[in-house]
């Protein structure tokens, strides 16, 4: 068995990024950049108004006012460059190119317009004021972005300004998802005494989904041991990452880690020091991961949250693989019998987090509402209100 910071220590030092793959930048959002991208040219490109107004020659206004011929207009798109010349005035719009010779924008509320002319009510007015000079943004050959950067909506728009149209990033991994147990029958067929309704597989396909992890397949079967080997074996040859749900512990009708070793897979570690989740086996078959999850639901989607998310966000290149980590004051008692750390469904706000009643690991009544696990190490079994706690936030409310 192995404490929780062990296991995700060997979780992290046995995964690796996934081989890079070339991607349109629209379609790259949710993506880990494998490369880095140097600007192919300067923002601007040219210099640009910032508001709409007047472009003039800074040292021609003077502090009674200064009425001055306007000459001509510069909009944006325009393609003919235009040029100032001293003591005149050109009409501008936010984003259209400077003309050569000015050296200042002057905002049309600081100004009065009349009989071609234009009255400069504003003093002084400095060189540059309201002018995004070239390269201001970047410049041509600057590093945009570095090697590891998250691609966000904002990065798709600052790629394609750059005129970036594709991009190297690492591959989102495949995910097959076993689940076995006998008394498991799907939702919507009738219930009969002794089953349950089967609802982990989707749930973690829910969480997979919200990863932006779409090539997903799932395999069910009955607790036989040859069915188990088989399923395992397919699932190993089509995925990046396997997750069995059920089948780990130590009844006689759980097959999993038996299958695992069968079809070659090696145990990293099996048990870790905490609550829910104990029987949680990691393993790995050449570069492919493997995570043997417990049955119950509740154990099965803290083990997911803790250890395979922050795998499969290494696999595609990220480095903040972990959730989000707060400390909070507990607003209500708890205690524990400190035998294990333990990891509590509950409420965070700014001000403080609250457990949730239902901390056994099969319910997930819980769970439907929680935002947070609460983390309570063994060596702190017992805490008072207003006692700060580990917190850690779930990826929906991040």
């Known amino acids: 068995m192995v404490t929780v910071q062990e296991a995700k220590q060997k979780v992290l030092e046995n995964t690796f990024p996934l081989p890079p793959e070339d991607r349109a930048v629209t379609e790259a959002v949710g993506y880990v950049l494998a490369e880095e991208v140097l ?5 601007p490109a040219f210099r640009q108004s910032s508001m709409d107004g007047y472009a003039v020659h800074h040292e021609d206004i003077t502090p009674s006012g200064t009425w001055l011929p306007l000459v001509a207009e510069s909009r944006a798109g325009t393609s003919q460059p235009l040029t100032l010349a001293r003591g005149t005035a050109i009409r501008i719009f936010t ?39 070239v390269g201001q943004q970047i410049r041509e050959g600057d590093l945009a972005m570095p090697a590891g950067t998250f691609l966000t909506p904002g990065s798709v728009g600052f790629l394609l300004g750059m005129n970036v149209l594709h991009v190297k990033v690492h591959r989102q991994p495949s995910v097959g998802i ?52 088989q399923a395992l074996e397919q699932l190993t040859e089509q995925h990046d990452v396997v997750l069995a749900t059920g089948g780990v512990s130590v009844g006689e009708y759980d097959f999993v880690g038996t299958a695992l070793g069968q ?23 050449g570069e492919k991961l493997f995570f043997a999850l417990p049955g119950n639901p509740a154990a099965s989607l803290v083990c997911f949250y803790e250890y395979v998310l922050p795998a499969l966000r290494r696999l ?6 972990f959730l989000p980590t707060f ?14 750390d333990e990891l509590l469904k509950a409420t965070a706000t700014p001000t403080g987090v609250t457990p949730l009643e239902g901390q056994e690991s099969f319910i997930l009544r819980s769970f439907a509402v929680a ?23 779930l990826p929906f409310f991040c």
């Open 95 to 133: 984003g259209a190119p400077v003309p050569e010779g000015a050296t200042a924008i002057v905002i049309q509320e600081k100004t009065e317009l009349q009989d071609g002319s234009v009255h400069i009510q504003e003093y002084p007015v400095a060189a540059g004021q309201h002018i995004r000079n």
């Open 327 to 340: 400390q909070l004051p507990i607003t209500h008692p708890y205690s524990f019998r400190g035998e294990r």
């Open 178 to 229: 076993l689940v076995t147990g006998d008394e498991l029958i799907q939702p919507g067929e009738g219930l009969r005494f002794g089953q349950v309704y089967e609802s982990n597989s989707a749930m973690l396909v829910a969480t997979l989904l919200q990863e932006g992890i779409t090539q997903v397949s799932v395999q069910r079967v009955l607790d036989d041991p040859q069915a188990t080997r």
């Open 39 to 43: 600007s192919p040219l300067a923002l």
């Open 263 to 285: 079809v070659g897979v090696e145990t990293i570690f099996y048990k870790v020091r905490q609550r829910p989740g104990k029987p949680l086996l990691f393993g790995k078959k």
């Open 316 to 321: 595609t290149g990220r480095t903040d693989c």
């Open 371 to 393: 935002n947070a696990l609460i983390y309570l190490p063994a060596s702190q079994p017992s805490v008072q209100p207003g006692e700060l706690v580990e917190v850690h936030l």
